[in-house]
């Protein structure tokens, strides 16, 4: 065997170099950065320029301190059919020391969805935490003098730096800086890393508005210009509760924050500076690394009187509009949706400048099928339950860890579909209420009723809220008599809504999958199995029906 020299190791590289620079090979190229294509009202995820709907799980809070921890997430998260862990990241562990940073626990979540055939959502627990400041490093909490808090109406400093701490801001900025460029360095040649959450339920527990003198000075001030012509430009189509506390001003054009927003104005200017400073981070993390940017928010109520009971001046619904205008460089206001009014919430944050992506819902097995809606009903990015750690015991699913899986199985090879039906209004979710059944109106005078089995599996929401899961699917128009009806714990009759009054009979019903956008069957079902029945075994079907008139 003959060896290359030195001299012709160089000789080869230069021209392998001239050959790529010519054109005549081609050069490693990245894959494209994931980002969020807005056309007029549509959105759509793009994930290695292709589109993406995130069937996630998000991490406990500390599962992200030592690699080890994350090793029950990965297991459960391939378990439950999932593509996608929503883990954080802690800026009291990137940057314990003022500007020596260090990433390795970035790298190993990386890698351990890279093993794992996951993508990665990563949270930045940075300033904000659930409203209050416990994720800052020991530096910043240790010197109030230079990170000042949050006064509240008495005049004592609170857990929460002060949206109005250019010192705070700055740092977190320079840090969030940094991890961007680190997530760069190591991932866009693998994009594993497709978004980022900047901060965590930000706004102020425990006082409506900042109180320190110089936070008093700007409330006692006039409302900037900018969000004044926001507003303006946005009259009418804003949400309810910043419209008609506006309203009630007589649509003030200008004013102190009392004169434009009265009972509403602490929590709307907490909002417009809690989004000022995030975007600020968010704008210096993309400087570096554009990656898709949300924030998530804590919802008001239940059970909450007034803002600073849930964190005044998040992106709680009624100040949706006020981070619209301040946080240009987030790309999504989304909430984590703890209350059984998981339809309300969604519909409400599902909007033609914000789309729907719920990065946290309760791991628990009545709420697994919300992600039909979530996808089919609001056009949804993606669905995320926290705290999946545990899903898998002693080699088992737990019942909340099984309702997602059965519920993800389903989801996995119909992502395309999805994907090509969002927003044609030939998508339809079906999900169990309190009733035993459901219209859906389909297209072309046509319905379809959704029967829910009253069984041991699934059990009405109402009656045993938590512990059952939830009867749900969805059902795709591929042709005014063609359809898709996919999903677990129903059964569905299809009644025309005009003439008379009976159901179009069956060409074929069929059992199957996709494999892409392409239909693949697996059994035809005829005989005494000639019904759409998902009662008892979760899978897809595809229906084809004649009308006799
Ligand atoms: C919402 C927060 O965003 C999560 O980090 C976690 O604290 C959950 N609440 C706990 O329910």
Same mark, same amino acid.
């Given at each position: 065997?003959?060896?290359?020299?030195?001299?012709?190791?160089?000789?080869?590289?230069?021209?392998?170099?001239?050959?790529?620079?010519?054109?005549?090979?081609?050069?490693?190229?990245?894959?494209?950065?994931?980002?969020?294509?807005?056309?007029?009202?549509?959105?759509?995820?793009?994930?290695?320029?292709?589109?993406?709907?995130?069937?996630?799980?998000?991490?406990?809070?500390?599962?992200?301190?030592?690699?080890?921890?994350?090793?029950?997430?990965?297991?459960?998260?391939?378990?439950?059919?999932?593509?996608?862990?929503?883990?954080?990241?802690?800026?009291?562990?990137?940057?314990?020391?003022?500007?020596?940073?260090?990433?390795?626990?970035?790298?190993?979540?990386?890698?351990?969805?890279?093993?794992?055939?996951?993508?990665?959502?990563?949270?930045?627990?940075?300033?904000?935490?659930?409203?209050?400041?416990?994720?800052?490093?020991?530096?910043?909490?240790?010197?109030?003098?230079?990170?000042?808090?949050?006064?509240?109406?008495?005049?004592?400093?609170?857990?929460?730096?002060?949206?109005?701490?250019?010192?705070?801001?700055?740092?977190?900025?320079?840090?969030?800086?940094?991890?961007?460029?680190?997530?760069?360095?190591?991932?866009?040649?693998?994009?594993?890393?497709?978004?980022?959450?900047?901060?965590?339920?930000?706004?102020?527990?425990?006082?409506?508005?900042?109180?320190?003198?110089?936070?008093?000075?700007?409330?006692?001030?006039?409302?900037?210009?900018?969000?004044?012509?926001?507003?303006?430009?946005?009259?009418?189509?804003?949400?309810?509760?910043?419209?008609?506390?506006?309203?009630?001003?007589?649509?003030?054009?200008?004013?102190?924050?009392?004169? &434009? $927003?009265? =009972? /509403? *104005?602490?929590?709307?200017?907490?909002?417009?500076?809690?989004?000022?400073?995030?975007? !600020? #981070?968010?704008?210096?993390?993309?400087?570096?690394?554009?990656?898709?940017?949300?924030?998530?928010?804590?919802?008001?109520?239940?059970?909450?009187?007034?803002?600073?009971?849930?964190?005044?001046?998040?992106?709680?619904?009624?100040?949706?509009?006020?981070?619209?205008?301040?946080?240009?460089?987030?790309?999504?206001?989304?909430?984590?949706?703890?209350?059984?009014?998981?339809?309300?919430?969604?519909?409400?944050?599902?909007?033609?400048?914000?789309?729907?992506?719920?990065?946290?819902?309760?791991?628990?097995?009545?709420?697994?099928?919300? &992600? $039909?809606? =979530? /996808? *089919?009903?609001?056009?949804?990015?993606?669905?995320?339950?926290?705290?999946?750690?545990? !899903? #898998?015991?002693?080699?088992?699913?737990?019942?909340?860890?099984?309702?997602?899986?059965?519920?993800?199985?389903?989801?996995?090879?119909?992502?395309?579909?999805?994907?090509?039906?969002?927003?044609?209004?030939?998508?339809?979710?079906?999900?169990?209420?309190?009733?035993?059944?459901?219209?859906?109106?389909?297209?072309?005078?046509?319905?379809?009723?959704?029967?829910?089995?009253?069984?041991?599996?699934?059990?009405?929401?109402?009656?045993?809220?938590?512990?059952?899961?939830?009867?749900?699917?969805?059902?795709?128009?591929?042709?005014?008599?063609?359809?898709?009806?996919?999903?677990?714990?129903?059964?569905?009759?299809?009644?025309?809504?005009?003439?008379?009054?009976?159901?179009?009979?069956?060409?074929?019903?069929?059992?199957?999958?996709?494999?892409?956008?392409?239909?693949?069957?697996?059994?035809?079902?005829?005989?005494?199995?000639?019904?759409?029945?998902?009662?008892?075994?979760?899978?897809?079907?595809?229906?084809?029906?004649?009308?006799?008139?």
């Amino acid at each position: 065997m003959k060896y290359l020299t030195f001299k012709s190791l160089v000789s080869l590289f230069a021209l392998l170099a001239s050959l790529i620079l010519a054109g005549s090979l081609p050069a490693q190229t990245n894959p494209p950065i994931p980002q969020i294509v807005h056309t007029g009202s549509h959105y759509q995820l793009l994930v290695n320029g292709k589109p993406y709907l995130i069937l996630g799980g998000q991490a406990h809070n500390s599962s992200a301190s030592n690699p080890k921890d994350l090793e029950p997430v990965w297991k459960s998260l391939v378990a439950m059919h999932a593509n996608t862990a929503e883990v954080p990241i802690y800026w009291e562990l990137v940057e314990p020391q003022p500007g020596h940073f260090d990433f390795h626990l970035i790298d190993s979540i990386i890698q351990g969805a890279r093993r794992h055939g996951l993508h990665v959502v990563l949270l930045w627990f940075g300033t904000w935490k659930n409203g209050n400041m416990s994720y800052t490093p020991a530096w910043i909490k240790e010197d109030p003098a230079k990170y000042f808090r949050v006064r509240n109406e008495v005049g004592q400093p609170i857990d929460v730096i002060s949206p109005f701490c250019t010192a705070a801001r700055e740092a977190d900025e320079r840090a969030f800086a940094a991890v961007m460029q680190h997530i760069k360095s190591v991932d866009e040649s693998e994009r594993t890393v497709i978004m980022m959450q900047v901060e965590n339920e930000t706004g102020l527990v425990g006082t409506d508005r900042d109180y320190s003198p110089q936070a008093t000075a700007k409330y006692e001030s006039q409302v900037p210009a900018a969000l004044m012509s926001y507003l303006e430009a946005h009259r009418g189509h804003l949400m309810p509760a910043l419209e008609s506390a506006w309203a009630a001003k007589h649509f003030a054009p200008s004013g102190t924050w009392q004169n &434009v $927003f009265g =009972d /509403l *104005a602490p929590e709307a200017f907490s909002a417009w500076y809690v989004a000022s400073y995030v975007n !600020a #981070v968010a704008a210096a993390g993309k400087q570096q690394y554009p990656l898709p940017m949300y924030c998530n928010n804590w919802l008001a109520g239940p059970g909450a009187a007034r803002a600073g009971d849930w964190p005044s001046g998040g992106p709680t619904i009624h100040v949706l509009d006020i981070w619209k205008a301040a946080a240009p460089s987030i790309d999504v206001l989304a909430p984590d949706i703890y209350i059984p009014e998981f339809l309300e919430t969604a519909g409400a944050f599902h909007r033609p400048d914000n789309p729907l992506f719920v990065p946290e819902t309760a791991f628990r097995p009545s709420y697994a099928a919300y &992600v $039909f809606p =979530d /996808l *089919a009903e609001f056009n949804g990015l993606g669905f995320s339950p926290f705290g999946i750690d545990f !899903a #898998v015991q002693d080699g088992k699913l737990s019942p909340a860890g099984q309702a997602l899986a059965d519920d993800y199985e389903v989801l996995q090879p119909l992502l395309s579909m999805i994907e090509k039906f969002q927003y044609t209004g030939k998508l339809f979710s079906v999900i169990q209420g309190v009733d035993n059944a459901n219209v859906i109106r389909l297209g072309h005078e046509l319905a379809a009723v959704a029967y829910y089995s009253w069984g041991r599996r699934f059990i009405p929401p109402s009656a045993e809220r938590h512990r059952a899961p939830r009867a749900g699917g969805l059902i795709i128009e591929l042709a005014p008599d063609d359809y898709i009806v996919a999903g677990y714990g129903f059964r569905i009759v299809f009644r025309n809504l005009v003439g008379p009054a009976q159901s179009p009979e069956f060409v074929s019903i069929e059992r199957g999958t996709f494999h892409g956008t392409e239909w693949v069957p697996e059994q035809r079902l005829n005989g005494d199995e000639l019904h759409v029945n998902l009662l008892f075994k979760p899978g897809i079907l595809r229906v084809r029906l004649y009308n006799l008139n």
